[in-house]
DNA sequence: GCCAACGTTGGC
DNA sequence: GCCAACGTTGGC
């Protein structure tokens, strides 16, 4: 079992990569994701381990403000049984949940900080996910070639 | 705020 | 099971 490796994205506003490092622990929890092929990926494939980018997406320059480890996944996620949350599903149960969680843990920093922008410019990354054009899916493997030249490219 | 791309829903 | 309509994502 070797480590693998991710992109999972969050929307800057929502919760910025300072604001995370900023926690108890550094520790965050991603609820709400409600894609299946996101949620294949949580349920699945990713274990504890694992590392992940951290990608702040709707705001004036996305991008990879730096890695995070996966410090626990594949659970259920507690927002869908919450019938007064906005992410409450009344078609899952706990027997048989739909929806899955992950938590991560603030790891480090880049510097620079490593825009869609220079992705986008960088020839060697035209393959990964996050580039490509349409690209909406909030959790995305990616491949440890890619994960070491997008760690050059912060400064790590 | 616009709009392209994509996922989901639901009628048939 | 097709596909049009709709909702959401997210870069620009």
């Known amino acids: 079992m070797s480590r693998k490796y991710w992109l999972v994205k969050c929307e800057y506003d ?3 990569f300072e604001e995370l490092s900023n926690r108890p622990n550094g520790i965050g929890y991603w609820r709400g994701v409600r ?6 990926f949580i349920r699945d494939e990713m274990e504890e381990g694992d590392q992940a980018f951290f990608y702040q997406s709707n ?3 996305p991008g990879v403000a730096g890695v995070v480890d996966i410090v626990r ?3 259920p996620d507690p927002s869908q049984f919450d019938d007064a949350h906005q992410y409450y599903d009344e078609k ?6 739909r929806w899955f969680s992950l938590d991560v843990q603030w790891a480090k920093a ?12 960088n020839k060697r ?3 990964m996910k996050v580039v490509q054009k349409g690209q909406r899916l ?5 491949t440890e070639k890619e994960f070491d030249i997008v760690c050059k490219m912060g400064g790590l």
């Open 110 to 121: 880049f510097e620079p900080y490593v825009s869609l922008q220079d992705m986008k410019e």
């Open 73 to 75: 996944a594949g659970y």
């Open 14 to 16: 929502t919760c910025s």
């Open 138 to 142: 909030s959790i995305q493997p990616v």
């Open 92 to 97: 899952s149960t706990k027997d048989d949940p």
């Open 35 to 40: 894609n299946y092929q996101a949620r294949n």
């Open 125 to 127: 990354l035209k393959d």
């Open 59 to 61: 705001c004036k320059e």
